[in-house]
């Protein structure tokens, strides 16, 4: 077996191990209803079987459900049983996560008007961890992205789901704010260990070199012998010969306490990276943010195992230079979502640049082929002439690139050509097409799909700021002791104040400004939620009233 096929083993096995698997050790007994109103709602497309069962037996979303599919016992929560196989099974849910939400009173202007939520529907008494139903809708999300992204990510707005991640977020911020330190840790010893490496000092090596530094600050002097102090020696031959020590080799050298913390916080990233990926699954490889930070520890990794060849002259040396500065480059770009994931603290802006990047990736590819067909275009038309921007394809596409982008170098391409008017003619159509197709059309088009729909930017923003949350959350129960959970357990009941103006005595919490969307969806459900139960009184109130009528005439008959 090679060792993709072991890498795709291991990734395989990752993914379908549930996380929650101790948690789904006690299904519900007697599960056939249930399955078989979910069934039989195939062909009825009604609903309402399903929610009474659930009603009268006091299921909720979070309970565990047992069956045998192809032969093989499968466990799993009701929720996901329903969003699986039921049709239109978000919609099963939403009304479960509804029905959860009530007023406490029916006047607005009441100080006991708030709104109450109870998460008994997604929460179990008897269990520490709390994000069960809340992983199975981020893990079905990714799973059934391209069919169903809208259907779960709209769950995940939910105002029952939203507030309780609100509410767990701040009992479990602590391991964020202390990974985002790691890293922050990491970054700073990372750059100083390029610094040290790479930072040119101003070392004169020669009599000459020191001669012509003083002229062009003093004016003309005479030269004078310059042996230079044992530090600009020893500068001097670790320059010239373009030689480093190994990695955690010199110990007389002070900057060993960098590489040492540089190496710590290098592991503490690489176990928690790894830690992530066996506990999400799935969900850690459906996320560009994961890829880059694995490209950030394999660069560091090289710069430090190659260190004592690194500055030489040699292509290895040259290979393993460019991979350093890639990855410094995307460890400077990690540190951006980072920011964006201190959720409604000023990280809204890296959050809208970590979307917009995973947005113009399908527009760039296309961007990319007008550019490749121009570049082996003007490297044609330049042939022959003393133009060494395009004197091959890799030059040329850069060249191009540049140009799409406003950089045109006219005069200098339109001299080239000299005498060769017949040439100098298709390359100035080919410069009008290229700015006609790529700097107005391809570049603009960039900022439309960019600024092109705000509210929706804004929308994406909300959500990923939920799922950060949510899978901070989830990290942290899979981390920790059941004893330390259940200190941090969020309270079966939320009270949500709606008051626009409170006085002393409100019993109600104000939610963060940046949850006025759950605020709006919470007002509308409870609404609903009176009205139905309104008319579920009406028709009741008709039918006693029918049978008082009923019972009237059949004793008048009798008697």
């Excluded at 996901?80 to 509804?98: F, Q, S, T």
């Excluded at 103006?501 to 019993?507: D, I, N, Q, V, Y």
């Excluded at 028709?539 to 009237?552: C, D, L, N, P």
Aim: aromatic content about 10%; proline content about 2%; charged content about 25%.
């Amino acid at each position: 077996m090679s060792f993709t096929q072991v890498l795709l083993c291991m990734r395989k096995s990752i993914e379908e191990e549930h996380p929650y698997t101790s948690e789904l050790q006690e299904p519900l007994k007697r599960p056939d209803d249930v399955i078989e109103a979910i069934e039989r709602s195939k062909q009825t497309g009604d609903h309402s079987e399903i929610h009474n069962i659930l009603k009268d037996r006091n299921i909720n979303l979070r309970t565990a459900i047992e069956e045998e599919i192809d032969g093989v016992n499968k466990k799993r929560t009701i929720a996901r049983k329903l969003l699986e196989d039921a049709v239109n099974g978000n919609k099963i849910v939403k009304r479960e996560l509804d029905i959860h939400v009530k007023a406490t009173d029916d006047k607005e202007d009441s100080i006991n008007y708030a709104l109450e939520i109870d998460f008994e529907g997604i929460l179990s008494e008897e269990s520490p961890k709390q994000t069960m139903v809340l992983y199975d809708l981020l893990d079905l999300r990714v799973e059934k992205r391209s069919e169903h992204n809208e259907a779960f990510t709209n769950l995940i707005k939910h105002p029952v789901i939203a507030s309780f991640i609100a509410l767990k977020w701040k009992k479990t911020k602590w391991y964020f704010y202390t990974t985002s330190l790691i890293f922050m840790s990491f970054l700073l010893f990372y750059s100083v260990f390029i610094i040290y490496l790479f930072n040119r000092p101003e070392v004169y090596c020669s009599k000459l070199e020191k001669l012509l530094s003083e002229k062009n600050s003093k004016g003309i002097l005479f030269p004078e012998d310059n042996s230079g102090t044992k530090q600009e020696i020893n500068e001097c031959e670790r320059h010239q010969a373009r030689i480093s020590k190994k990695f955690l080799a010199d110990f007389d050298d002070n900057f060993i306490v960098c590489e040492v913390l540089f190496l710590t916080f290098f592991i503490f990233l690489s176990a928690m990276e790894i830690y992530q990926a066996i506990k999400l699954k799935r969900q850690y490889f459906k996320e560009l943010e994961n890829y880059i930070e694995w490209v950030v520890l394999i660069s560091a990794l090289i710069t430090m195992m190659f260190k004592e060849i690194i500055l030489q002259s040699n292509w290895e040396a040259a290979v393993i230079r460019g991979i350093a500065a890639v990855g410094i480059c995307a460890a400077w770009l990690e540190l951006i979502f980072i920011i964006g994931r201190y959720p409604f603290r000023g990280g809204d802006f890296s959050i809208m640049f970590y979307n917009i990047i995973k947005k113009l990736v399908r527009y760039v590819i296309s961007m990319f082929l007008m550019i490749i067909g121009f570049a082996f275009a003007f490297m044609v038309v330049n042939y022959g002439h003393n133009q060494d921007s395009f004197e091959n394809p890799i030059k040329s596409t850069m060249m191009t690139l540049t140009m799409a982008l406003g950089e045109f170098n006219f005069e200098d391409m339109y001299n080239t050509f000299k005498e060769d008017s017949t040439s100098r003619g298709f390359a100035m159509v080919l410069l009008v097409l290229l700015i006609l197709f790529g700097t107005i059309t391809m570049v603009n088009l960039f900022i439309a799909v960019i600024i092109s729909d705000i509210s929706q930017l804004r929308e994406d923003v909300y959500t990923q700021n939920l799922i950060n949350m949510a899978q901070c959350s989830i990290l942290v129960e899979e981390l920790l002791p059941s004893c330390i959970l259940n200190k941090m357990r969020v309270e079966d009941k939320m009270v949500v104040c709606l008051h626009s103006l409170c006085p002393k005595g409100c019993s109600g919490t104000k939610l963060s400004p940046n949850l006025k969307p759950v605020v709006d969806q919470l007002n509308e459900i409870a609404k609903l939620n009176s009205e139905e139960q309104d008319r579920t009184k009406s028709h009741k109130g008709k039918g006693s009233s029918i049978q008082t009528q009923a019972a009237i005439l059949i004793s008048g008959r009798t008697f």
